[in-house]
Each structure stands twice: as C-alpha cells, then as structure tokens.
C-alpha cells in the first residue's frame, strides 16, 4: 500500500543501494520543495557523505537564498557550500533570447557550478583521491514527461535538471523522485519532518527569472521583475490566497512596450503579467479567480513602484493550451 512512511523508506534503501559504502554525493539545492526532499532522503541514506549545493546563480527573487541557508539547514542539519555565479550565468545569458537556448545554457551552468564546488566539498580528500560521483536531483515525474523523456511524448520544453543537461556529465545521477508527483513528494518530507515553511512551498522553476523574462536577461530587468514579483507575492498572501493558488509566475514582457501615462507625462514602458494558477501536479492547470481588489491592489502598486512598467495584464488560459510557466 502507498503511505509515505513506506515510500519513503523503500527509496531511501534504493539511495543506499546506488550510492554504495563508500560513495560521496552533492546535491543541488534550488530552494524548492523537490530538491530538499531530495537532499532530506539521500541524507537519511548516506549521513554527511552528502553535501547540498546552493547555486546563488543572480536569478533567484527577494529573500531566496537567505531562505534555503536558514530554513534548510535548520531543518536538517546539512552541509551547505554556496556557490556566487551571477557573472558567469549572467554573462553566457547576455544576449540571448530564445527560451529552449536559455534552458539549456542554465542546465549546463548549473553542472559546471556543481563541478566547480567538488573541490570545495572534498577538501583534503581530494589528496587521498576520493571523488564525489554521484550528483542528487530533485527530478519529478512531470519533469521527466515534458522534458520528452516519458514515452510517445514530445519535448515540450526542456527542465534543467533533465533535457538542459550537457552530454559529458561526469556525475551519475541520483533522481529518487523520478517517479512521484509533487503530492506525493511532499507527503515524503513531511514524512521525513521537513518543517511546512519548506514543504508547502509553491514550486519555482531551477532556472528563476531568465525564463520569466521574454526577452533577453539583464540585471536591470531581473531588478524590476524581483521587485514585481515581491508585491504580487505580498499581496497574495496577505488576502490569504496561497492555499488556493498552487504558483503565480509573474512575468515581464521586456521585448514589448506600450504608451502609458503616469504622472503627468506620456511613458513608453514594458507590462507586467500575472499568471496565477491552480492545479493538482502542474501537468495541467487553470487560471485561478483572484478577486477583483486583489488585483487591483497589486496592479497600483507595481505600476506607482515598480520603474519602466506602465501596464498589469492578467493571464487567463488553461494548461492546456498554455504552459504555466511563459518559456
Ligand atoms: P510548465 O511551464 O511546463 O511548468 O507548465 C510546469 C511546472 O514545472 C515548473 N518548471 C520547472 N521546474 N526546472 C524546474 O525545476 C525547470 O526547468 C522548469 N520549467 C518549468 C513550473 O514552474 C511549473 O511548476
């Protein structure tokens, strides 16, 4: 029978099993629910042979790298390296605008950010010629599907963690929620006591804000979409919708402008979109009803705080035919 208690300790075995006696692992942390499940099972597995990896990469929103140092470690005790690569994802970003080539260039950034901190993890290990083998990923079964990897299914876009990998991985992967949906991954981490401020969190894709800009991604535009994101988010929770909404990518449409009037001068600005949605495991989902006020608190406040955005527009399609996410 499935119960969490059982899922999760037949795939903490598996861990086991893959990883060995002896194997070292990292993990890359996003901050989100599926790789801090993740992390949680393989380090019930393998103990401190496990060491998270938190790759600050410049497109996180407000307040999410303080909240993967404290409320992660707190709730596990894990080891933690944390990796400053803002210039690098920035740079190879520069300039592109294509949403599969910015997948796959954050995929492939990602990796090397992991290569990178082996060093860092192994310490005076690396003398002995230990090496650390196995990379954890908090893949879910959806990933797996939309990335193409499921049977008769087309690449709808590619996930990082799967079709945004680079062919010459060195690591071997360990992907212990391959089969589960989000549900069910966070019946697992609470199962292994992961607190709800990490568990019922709403999902955020690994690649941030460069796939909430249509266009391509500069510091400038990530500042305004962060500050953006910052109000819808404040505001949605505190009209007590966050139950109801199961994530509300917000995204700035930086290659369209529209004339606007503010103050009193004409403004040529970009607009902002709100896609707040309901679903059961994001394979499909619907445009959630927030209540008119909220909106229009919302939408005043990005306008009168948020520069060069002149225009709030709200998203209402399904998915399908739309994706939840933009790009
Ligand atoms: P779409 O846009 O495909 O999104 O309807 C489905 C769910 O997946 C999240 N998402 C990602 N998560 N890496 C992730 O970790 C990715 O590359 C990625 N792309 C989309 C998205 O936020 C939604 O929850």
Redesign the pocket.
């Known amino acids: 029978t499935w119960t969490a208690a059982n899922i999760a300790e037949a795939l903490i075995a598996d861990i086991r099993e893959q990883v060995g006696d002896e194997g070292l692992a990292i993990c890359g942390l996003?901050g989100?629910v599926?790789s801090a499940v993740a992390a949680a099972l393989v380090q019930r597995a393998i103990g401190d042979r496990l060491t998270c990896v938190f790759v600050d990469h410049g497109l996180l929103r407000a307040g999410e790298r303080e909240q993967v140092q404290t409320d992660f470690v707190a709730a596990t005790g894990a080891r933690l390296v944390t990796v400053d690569a803002e210039d690098v994802f920035l740079g190879h970003l520069d300039g592109v605008s294509d949403p599969e080539t910015k997948?796959k260039i954050i995929g492939r950034e990602f990796i090397r950010s992991f290569e990178g901190a082996v060093s860092e993890v192994l310490g005076d290990q690396a003398a002995a010629g230990k090496k650390v083998d196995f990379l954890v990923q908090g893949t879910l079964y959806?990933?797996v599907v939309?990335s193409g990897g499921g049977s008769g299914t087309a690449n709808?876009?590619?996930?990082?963690?799967v079709g945004?990998l680079p062919e010459d991985l060195e690591f071997k992967l360990v992907e212990p929620l391959r089969l589960l949906f989000k549900d069910e991954v966070r019946a697992v981490g609470r199962e292994l006591g992961l607190p709800e401020e990490i568990v019922a969190r709403q999902?955020?894709?690994?690649?941030g804000l460069a796939?909430r800009i249509v266009g391509s991604v500069t510091k400038d535009r990530l500042e305004l979409l962060r500050k953006a994101d910052l109000i819808a988010r404040e505001e949605l929770t505190s009209a007590g919708l966050d139950g109801q909404i199961?994530?509300c990518?917000v995204v700035l449409l930086a290659d369209v402008r529209s004339v606007g009037v503010q103050g009193d001068g004409r403004t040529y600005g970009h607009p902002i979109v709100l896609r707040p949605v309901s679903s059961e495991d994001?394979m499909t989902?619907d445009w959630t009803r927030v209540p008119y006020e909220v909106l229009e608190t919302i939408s005043t406040r990005i306008t009168n705080e948020v520069p060069d955005v002149n225009r709030v527009v709200l998203d209402v399609t399904s998915?399908p035919p739309g994706?939840?996410?933009w790009e």
């Open positions: 996003s989100g599926d997948r959806p990933d939309e709808i876009k590619s996930h990082h963690n945004g999902p955020f894709p690994g690649p796939i199961w994530q990518p994001a989902a998915k994706t939840i996410e």
